[in-house]
């Protein structure tokens, strides 16, 4: 019954920033892990940043090391990720996932549940 729901997603310029939100909205929400995954034009699908339940680990790709960073909201029932510094290379739609564990996921087929995604354009 887990529904997610991202925003924030637009055309920026190199060097500019972003601020990606998830929203899951259900009935009952305890001890879930969030990702952020995205999907370029003729790549597959990556893990961009990962965090777990309680909010105190978090992974990112070296890609995005840095300049992305994951956080969440529990009482609300957000998670967002803030994009500085992009790159034409972040081109991507961008997707939250999430999996009823408390700890920390880093692959693809370890969540359950997919937003519909976002697309993020940056230009060079």
Known sequence: ?????????????????LRLICVASGRTFSSYAMG????????????VAAVNWSGDRTHYADSVKGRFTISRDNAKNTVNLQMNSLKPEDTAVYYCAWKRVA??????GQYDVWGQGTQVTVSS
């Open 1 to 17: 019954q887990v529904q997610l729901s991202e925003s924030g997603g637009g055309l920026v310029q190199a060097g500019g920033s």
């Open 36 to 47: 952020w995954f995205r999907q370029a034009p003729g790549k597959e699908r990556e893990l």
């Open 103 to 108: 700890g920390m996921l880093y692959l693809m």
